[in-house]
């Protein structure tokens, strides 16, 4: 089968929501001696966009959202097998950490930004709802993780996000990690005069974020 007909199926595996046929197409790239990295991105991650946009659009849901999701993690999984250490980390779109803020008891939209990133090649930590700041902040040391996601669903809880930046500063290393925050009350002007670094109103924009900042993040070494 040529280069071309597995990557459309690795594509179609994840839009169709096959895990069978994900697991089917990535054994024939890795026998075909496809780049890995370039079988998930030109694959898989084409397919996941899809979905994606297809959730933000209201033509799919959840549950679709997470059939899919199950579906790449598979491809990516068999394809990463054979690889080592090092190359796998080199694959790895970034890591992050991600919480929903002190206070705020909500997580269906965190847990979507979290299957979607993780679904885009992001290796992701989850601290669960309701976080203490000193906590997020000790945990991002630990993991040194790249980027910190906020969620607040709650006027009452959105300082919490300005506290997080507060205390990375005092402990002097906010310059370590990129900070994206969103929720349903949190607007681009609100996470601008707080000092983080991106606003995600979506899943699928919180993907298209996370990438952005990974790469100037790079960039700067």
Not at 112 to 132: C, H, N, W
Request: with cysteine.
């Amino acid at each position: 089968m040529s280069r071309r007909k597995i990557l459309e199926k690795l594509r179609r595996a994840v839009e169709e929501m096959e895990t069978s046929l994900a697991e089917k197409a990535a054994k024939e790239a890795v026998a075909g001696g496809i780049d890995p990295i370039v079988a998930i991105n030109e694959g898989l991650a084409v397919g996941m966009k899809t979905v994606s946009d297809l959730f933000d659009e209201g033509e799919v849901f959840v549950p679709h959202l997470l059939v899919a999701a199950e579906a790449f993690e598979t491809g990516v999984a068999i394809l990463t097998e054979s690889m080592p250490p090092e190359a796998r980390t080199q694959s790895s779109q970034g890591k992050v950490l991600i919480h929903t803020v002190q206070g705020d008891i909500h997580d269906i939209g965190k847990n979507i930004v979290k299957t979607m990133l993780s679904a885009s090649g992001f290796e992701v930590f989850d601290l669960g709802r309701d976080v203490p700041v000193a906590a997020v902040v000790t945990k991002a040391q630990e993991l040194q993780v790249d980027i910190i996601v906020g969620a607040a669903l709650m006027t009452t809880t959105m300082p919490a996000q300005r506290e997080l930046i507060k205390c990375l500063q005092e402990e002097g290393i906010r310059q370590q990690f990129k900070i994206i925050f969103g929720g349903a009350p949190v607007s681009s002007e609100w996470v601008k005069r707080i000092g983080a670094d991106g606003y995600a109103e979506s899943a699928s924009a919180a993907i298209e974020v996370a990438r952005v900042l990974m790469a100037e993040k790079r960039a700067k070494g």
